[in-house]
């Protein structure tokens, strides 16, 4: 597990019907509050992204749920913020126990973030029935490329033992410095050629030599995603109510 990193080239080799069923049985071991989830696939090599010979769509699935209530004669009352709150944790433990099966089968995977962002488009390729909301994609396939493991915060930035600490300049530069200096030797965005762009008045002072990770991610969610309405317009359509809550 601490050799994890994320594949995004793939070779041709196409993972056998076992090989995919295993690791899909691997992800159902997780622990799990509802198995409130479903995974899709598509095998469609030309549109994965990434040519990855397997594409998995995590939901949050509460569809089937509500049909196994109906059979019992419940109907369900729990609101939607506590069940989206679980069915994510039921979902994200599933596929990352995939991701470790995979790799234990010389597999590697990379996860995609913005299939909620784009859930109706998801639902009405798959032909999702409403309250089932695609959550994240995985790629999936035998690995093309060997990139190095990437950083991580110092595990004393990340472990609070029973008390959560104060933290003060030195423990943030500290963990800062980790993670920037990690990247920059890799030369990881450079090689990516990709610098989120500054928006408004502020002006470009960075370049591949010391833009990092730090830098990276203050970028995205310092001007990114301001307001909750796109979320919910895509959560509605499939038929979650947050405003309700
Ligand atoms: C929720 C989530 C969304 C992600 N979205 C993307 C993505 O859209 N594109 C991508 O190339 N990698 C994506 N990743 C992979 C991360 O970039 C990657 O895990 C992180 O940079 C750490 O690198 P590593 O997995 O190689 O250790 C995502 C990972 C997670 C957990």
């Known amino acids: ?19 995919l069923k295993a690791i899909v049985r691997a992800g159902q071991q997780a622990p799990f509050a509802s198995q409130y989830y479903s995974v899709l696939l598509s095998r469609n090599r030309k549109r994965n992204p990434f040519k ?34 679980f069915g994510i944790q039921d979902a994200a433990y599933m596929a990352e126990n995939m991701v470790v099966a995979a790799r234990s089968l010389g597999l590697g995977s990379c996860f995609l973030g913005n299939a909620m962002l784009r859930a109706d488009k998801i639902a009405t390729e798959y032909q999702l029935p409403k309250r089932v909301f695609p959550l994240v994609q995985l790629t999936m396939g035998y690995p093309a490329e060997d990139p190095p493991p990437r950083p991580r915060y110092p595990t004393e930035f990340a472990l609070f033992e029973d008390k959560y600490p104060e933290l003060n300049a030195r423990m943030v530069s500290k963990a800062m410095k980790q993670m920037d200096d990690g990247y920059l030797a890799q030369d990881y965005y450079r090689k990516a050629r990709y610098m989120i762009p500054l928006k408004g008045h502020r002006k470009e002072t960075f370049t591949y030599d010391n833009y990092s990770w730090t830098e990276h991610i203050c970028r995205k969610w310092g001007q990114w995603y301001p307001q909750p309405k796109e979320m919910l317009k895509q959560l509605e359509k499939r038929g979650f109510n947050l405003s309700a809550c």
């Open 1 to 19: 597990m601490l050799d994890h990193r994320s594949i995004r080239k793939y070779t041709d080799q196409t993972p056998t019907d076992e090989t």
């Open 52 to 85: 990855a010979p397997l594409l998995f769509t995590i939901c949050v699935d509460s569809h089937k749920f509500e049909l196994i209530m109906a059979r019992r004669g419940w109907k369900l009352v729990a609101n939607d913020l506590t069940l989206l709150f």
